[in-house]
């Protein structure tokens, strides 16, 4: 039973285009994120909501717009598909202050 | 300056030597410490947290944290083929984490 759940697996899609990512968490976290990882395996933080509310806004673009219509759910919605989005999107939350579960990502390529 | 600072590697070992992970950071407000390991194509996953300075041991896996000198290290005793991974420090001061690049790390058989 998949703790962090996120789809699609794999994305590949023609600049320009719009297109969401949803993530499911089963584990009862209150906090649940989104995070971008390049190609050089770095992690940075795009958005954090705590309970719905949105908690963590990191200087992204605002063709990005998460929503989390509960606490089990975030997903990420990007507008206006570019190159430079192409990257692995990842889903966590989290309970406490030490320690993330995530998703097994999102492969995004922008052709 | 970064917040956290993490050499990349590569780092290739023989099967069943000591590895050794390091990670600085700049912020002295950091209250967590945390090791993840990332397979291919996975999500990261925790491998270890501490909260103070000093040493935590989870089987072959030793966390240590140097508050003073701010700096967190990550030793692996035996390494196994199945380490093969990337390694990500992590830490952070309330809701703001902050990711190492990580290192790769793969152990020869």
């Known amino acids: 039973d998949t703790a962090v759940s996120q789809t699609p697996k794999y994305l590949v899609t023609q600049m320009g285009n719009d297109k969401s990512i949803k993530c499911e968490q089963n584990?009862?976290?209150?906090?649940m994120y989104w995070y971008k990882q390049d190609s050089k395996k770095f992690l940075k933080i795009m958005f954090s909501?705590?309970?719905?509310?949105?908690?963590i806004n990191e200087t992204v673009p605002n063709r990005f717009s998460p929503k989390s219509p509960d606490k089990a759910h975030l997903n990420l919605h990007i507008n206006s598909l570019e190159l430079g989005d192409s990257a692995v999107y990842f889903c966590?939350?989290?309970?406490?202050?030490?320690?993330?579960?995530f998703g097994s990502g999102t492969r995004l390529t922008v052709v | 300056q970064k917040e956290v600072e993490q050499d990349p590697g590569p780092l290739s070992v023989p099967e069943g030597a000591i590895v050794s992970l390091n990670c600085t950071y700049s912020?002295?407000?950091?209250?967590?410490f945390m090791w993840y390991r990332q397979y291919s194509r996975k999500g990261p996953e925790l491998l270890m947290y501490?909260?103070?300075?000093g040493n935590k041991e989870d089987g072959r896996f030793t966390a240590q944290v140097d508050k003073s000198s701010k700096y967190i290290s990550l030793f692996i005793r035996d390494s196994q083929p199945s380490d093969s991974a990337t390694y990500l420090c992590?830490?952070?001061?309330?809701?703001?984490?902050?990711f190492g690049t990580g290192t790769s790390l793969t152990v020869i058989p």
């Open positions: 966590a939350s989290s309970q406490v202050d030490y320690g993330y579960t």
């Open positions: 584990l009862g976290h209150d906090t």
């Open positions: 909501y705590n309970n719905k509310e949105l908690i």
């Open positions: 912020n002295s407000a950091f209250q967590y």
């Open positions: 501490t909260y103070s300075s």
């Open positions: 992590a830490m952070n001061t309330g809701n703001q984490f902050y």
